[in-house]
T-cell receptor
Framework: AQKITQTQPGMFVQEKEAVTLDCTYDTSDQSYGLFWYKQPSSGEMIFLIYQGSYDEQNATEGRYSLNFQKARKSANLVISASQLGDSAMYFCAMSPRNSGGYQKVTFGTGTKLQVIP | DAGVTQSPTHLIKTRGQQVTLRCSPKSGHDTVSWYQQALGQGPQFIFQYYEEEERQRGNFPDRFSGHQFPNYSSELNVNALLLGDSALYLC??????????FGPGTRLTVL
């Protein structure tokens, strides 16, 4: 079974500053994927970034980067130069990968980020 | 490039009724997954459909069933609705179970 832990229920960050959202995971699978999603108050889940368990380099997508530490089973999201539009819930998620690809995605409880002007 | 679409946006039902939610995947995607998100929680996996077959199922009762059509669109059916079924239902699509992209969701209220 997979488990995702997000220990920060809520966080504040000043506009234009960087922020790190924590995520740890637990799995016995050797091959898996880690994902971060953003959920604004409108409800839609927006895909941000992906890291495969065998990827040696940390993933980056624009202002988002994933700090992947496999031995510690952590996959923290770093948002650089925060913007007011970054205020939202952020979910860390993972899925084991087999010949059928990614199927069941397990989500954490989320971190509510608020960007202060 | 059309993203994932879901209908209806909102729905109100009473206990014991049945409901059908619909999802059209992102253009080029062939796999559809459904999730239930209760208020204040992360989404919970219901099931995934590929090639019109249910590939994997989460811990949900048989009251939850689904279907995928030849054009890859999908339906989620919930029978004998309970108050606890009130939630945001999210559909996600992917290309052969790669990264999943979500739709805007259907908010179901059971009275």
């Amino acid at each position: 079974a997979q488990k995702i832990t997000q220990t920060q229920p809520g966080m504040f960050v000043q506009e234009k500053e960087a922020v790190t959202l924590d995520c740890t995971y637990d799995t016995s699978d050797q091959s898996y994927g880690l994902f971060w999603y953003k959920q604004p108050s409108s409800g839609e889940m927006i895909f941000l970034i992906y890291q495969g368990s065998y990827d040696e380099q940390n993933a980056t997508e624009g202002r988002y980067s994933l700090n992947f530490q496999k031995a510690r089973k952590s996959a923290n999201l770093v948002i650089s130069a925060s913007q007011l539009g970054d205020s939202a819930m952020y979910f860390c998620a993972m899925s084991p990968r087999n010949s059928g690809g990614y199927q069941k995605v397990t989500f954490g409880t989320g971190t509510k980020l608020q960007v202060i002007p | 490039d059309a993203g994932v679409t879901q209908s209806p946006t909102h729905l109100i039902k009473t206990r014991g009724q049945q409901v059908t939610l619909r999802c059209s995947p992102k253009s080029g995607h062939d796999t559809v997954s459904w999730y239930q998100q209760a208020l204040g929680q992360g989404p919970q996996f219901i099931f995934q459909y590929y090639e019109e077959e249910e590939r994997q199922r989460g811990n949900f009762p048989d009251r939850f069933s689904g279907h995928q059509f030849p054009n890859y669109s999908s339906e989620l059916n919930v029978n004998a609705l309970l108050l606890g079924d009130s939630a945001l239902y999210l559909c996600a699509s992917s290309l052969f179970s790669d990264t999943q992209y979500f739709g805007p969701g259907t908010r179901l209220t059971v009275l």
